[in-house]
C-alpha cells in the first residue's frame, strides 16, 4: 500500500500487516520525521511527486514486481492516491480511501471573504501561521482518550496552518472535486457520516461519478472522521474488517505482471524527493485483482 506520514500511521500499517500485507509508507516533506518547515507545503504536486517515485521504486524491486499494487488514503491521503491514480491511470490496481479528502467541509473552511484576503498576500507570507480554522483534531477523534495521545504525539502538527498550505489544500480539493469522473480504478471509500472535516457527501459523489467498474461504499452512521485511530475500539475494528475483506477479495494469487522496463519508473524525475455501517454498495460485476501486496499509504 502507498502511504503518508499522518497521526497512528505506524498503528494502521501495523494492523494491515497482520493480516498478511506487505505495507510501505513516507513521511510528507515536512510532516513527521522529514524535514523542511513544519507542514508547510510549498506545492501539493510535490507530495504527489515523491510518493510516485518513492512507492515505483519499491515496486520495482526484484520480490515486488508481479505483486498487486494498492494505494491507501486517509483524508488528505486520499487526495493523494487520487491524484496518484490520475498521475499514471494504469499502474495502481486499486485503492482504499477512508474519508478522502475531496472537499473540505464548509464546517473547518474559513469565510470566503477570509480566503481571498488570505489569497493576495500568500506569497508575502507562505509559512506564516495564520488561518482561521477550528480545531481538527477536536473535530476529527471521536474517542476522548485516543484525542489526548494524539495530542501528546510530538509529531503530529497542532498549531494554526501556514497560509500556503491551506490554500494548497483548498486548491488541492477543488482540484479533486472536479475531475471525479476521471477516476477509473477499483476503490472502497469509507467515511463516518458525522465527520465534520472532510464532506462524506463527495465520498458518495466519487462513488456516484467514478467510471469504475469495480466500487464500492460504505458510510458509518454517527462515526466521526478519524476512523482508524479516533474512534471507540469496537468502531475501528470494524473499519479494519472492512478494509481487509476487502482487499483481500482482490488479493488472492501472484498476478502474472511482466517485468517493468526500469524508464516506467523515473519518466525523467531525479532520484531525489524534495527536501525533505450503513451500507457497501458495489455496483457491476468486480474483477477479481491478483497478488497480496499493498505498495503504499498515503495520510493526512
Not at 58 to 80: I, N, P, Q, T
Not at 254 to 263: F, G, K, L, M, T
Request: glycine letters at 6%.
Amino acid at each position: 500500500m502507498v502511504w503518508g506520514q499522518c497521526y497512528f500511521l505506524s498503528a494502521c500499517g501495523v494492523k494491515l500487516a497482520a493480516a498478511g500485507f506487505g505495507v510501505f509508507g513516507i513521511d510528507y516533506e515536512g510532516h513527521g520525521k522529514s524535514t523542511g518547515a513544519r507542514c508547510y507545503i510549498q506545492k501539493f504536486d510535490h507530495i504527489v511527486a515523491d510518493c510516485d517515485r518513492f512507492f515505483k521504486s519499491v515496486c520495482d524491486m526484484e520480490e515486488f514486481r508481479r505483486k498487486s499494487r494498492f494505494l491507501y488514503g486517509e483524508s488528505m491521503g486520499g487526495a493523494v492516491a487520487l491524484l496518484l491514480h490520475r498521475k499514471d491511470p494504469t499502474f495502481w490496481d486499486g485503492a482504499v480511501l477512508a474519508a478522502p479528502m475531496c472537499k473540505i467541509s464548509e464546517k473547518v473552511k474559513p469565510h470566503p471573504v477570509v480566503i481571498t484576503l488570505l489569497t493576495q498576500v500568500e506569497e508575502l507570507i507562505p509559512t506564516w501561521k495564520i488561518v482561521p480554522t477550528k480545531d481538527v483534531i477536536d473535530s476529527a477523534f471521536k474517542d476522548p482518550v485516543k484525542r489526548e495521545k494524539i495530542r501528546k504525539n510530538k509529531l503530529i502538527y497542532q498549531d494554526k496552518p501556514r497560509l500556503k498550505t491551506a490554500l494548497e489544500l483548498l486548491r488541492t480539493s477543488m482540484d479533486v472535486e472536479d475531475s471525479l469522473s476521471e477516476v477509473k480504478m477499483p476503490f472502497f471509500i469509507l467515511h463516518g457520516k458525522a465527520d465534520t472535516v472532510t464532506d462524506p457527501e463527495v465520498s458518495q459523489a466519487l462513488y456516484e461519478r467514478a467510471a469504475s467498474a469495480d466500487k464500492s461504499l460504505k458510510l458509518y452512521p454517527g462515526m466521526w472522521h478519524g476512523l482508524t485511530a479516533g474512534e471507540p475500539d469496537e468502531n475501528v475494528e470494524l473499519v479494519f474488517a472492512d478494509i481487509v475483506a476487502w482487499l483481500k477479495e482482490r488479493s488472492q494469487d501472484d498476478r502474472v505482471r511482466a517485468p517493468p522496463e526500469p524508464e516506467m519508473y523515473r519518466r525523467g524525475a531525479s532520484s531525489e524527493f524534495s527536501n525533505s455501517t450503513e451500507s457497501q454498495t458495489p455496483i457491476h460485476s468486480r474483477p477479481r485483482r491478483r497478488g497480496s501486496f499493498l505498495c503504499g499509504k498515503c495520510r493526512m
